[in-house]
C-alpha cells in the first residue's frame, strides 16, 4: 500500500526541547511538504523540498529546521526558537507539476508543556 | 501574493439538503484549484480537483467549477448525508513544486 506515514500520532514536549517528526513516503514522489494546522488558521506552510538535498522556507519557517537525504524521507525538527509550537504538522507529497495534488499523511499533534 | 478565502463555518444542515460552500481565489497566472476534506483527528483527504478554467471536478456526488471571470470554485452537492460532516477546504497551487495556499476552512455538520 503507497502512502504516506507520520510518527508519533501525539508528541510531548517540555519547552526549550527541540523535537523531530518523522515523514516518509512510498509513493515515488520528489516533493514533500510540511504544514501547520491551528484552530480557524487552515493549513500554513513551513518548509518544503524539490528534490533529495534541497529545500525551501515556505510562510511560516522560523524556528523550525528540515532535511532531505533520502527521496522518500523529510523530517521536520521544531526548535526552541520556535515561539508557539504546539500545532497539528502535516506532511504532504506530489508529483512535480502544479496539476498534481498534494497527498497528506494523517498528521502529529505536538503539545508542548 | 496568493489567498483563498472560503465562508467561515460551523454550516449546519439537515440530511438530504443542497450544500453549497463558497471560495473565491486570488493568484496570478492560472493556478490549479482543489478542494480537500478533514475528518476528526486525520489528515486531509483530496475531494476534487480542476485545473483550468470552466473545468468541472466531481466525486462523491460534490462538484465545483472553475471560474477564471469570477475567481471562483464553490463546492456543491445536491443532497447531503450525515457522513459528509467533516471539515472542507478550498486551495490553490500556482506551479511547479509549490505548495498549497490553503483558505480557513469550513466546518460542516449535517444532522439526520
Known amino acids: 500500500d503507497g502512502g504516506i506515514t507520520q510518527s508519533p500520532k501525539y508528541l510531548f514536549r517540555k519547552e526549550g526541547q527541540n523535537v523531530t517528526l518523522s515523514c516518509e513516503q512510498n509513493?515515488?514522489?520528489?516533493?514533500m511538504y510540511w504544514y501547520r494546522q491551528d484552530p480557524g488558521q487552515g493549513l500554513r506552510l513551513i518548509y518544503y523540498s524539490q528534490i533529495v538535498n534541497d529545500f525551501q522556507k515556505g510562510d511560516i519557517a522560523e524556528g523550525y529546521s528540515v532535511s532531505r537525504e533520502k527521496k522518500e524521507s523529510f523530517p521536520l525538527t521544531v526548535t526552541s526558537a520556535q515561539k508557539n509550537p504546539t500545532a497539528f504538522y502535516l506532511c504532504a507529497s506530489s508529483e512535480f507539476s502544479s496539476y498534481n495534488e498534494q497527498f497528506f499523511g494523517p498528521g502529529t499533534r505536538l503539545t508542548v508543556l | 501574493g496568493n489567498s483563498v478565502t472560503q465562508m467561515e463555518g460551523p454550516v449546519t444542515l439537515s440530511e438530504e439538503a443542497f450544500l453549497t460552500i463558497n471560495c473565491t481565489y486570488t493568484a496570478t497566472g492560472y493556478p490549479s484549484l482543489f478542494w480537500y476534506v478533514q475528518y476528526p483527528g486525520e489528515g486531509l483527504q483530496l475531494l476534487l480537483k480542476a485545473t483550468k478554467a470552466d473545468d468541472k471536478g466531481s466525486n462523491k456526488g460534490f462538484e465545483a467549477t472553475y471560474r477564471k471571470e469570477t475567481t471562483s470554485f464553490h463546492l456543491e452537492k445536491g443532497s447531503v448525508q450525515v457522513s459528509d460532516s467533516a471539515v472542507y477546504f478550498c486551495a490553490l497551487r500556482r506551479g511547479g513544486a509549490d505548495g498549497l495556499t490553503f483558505g480557513k476552512g469550513t466546518h460542516l455538520i449535517i444532522q439526520p
Open positions: 509513493l515515488n514522489h520528489d516533493a
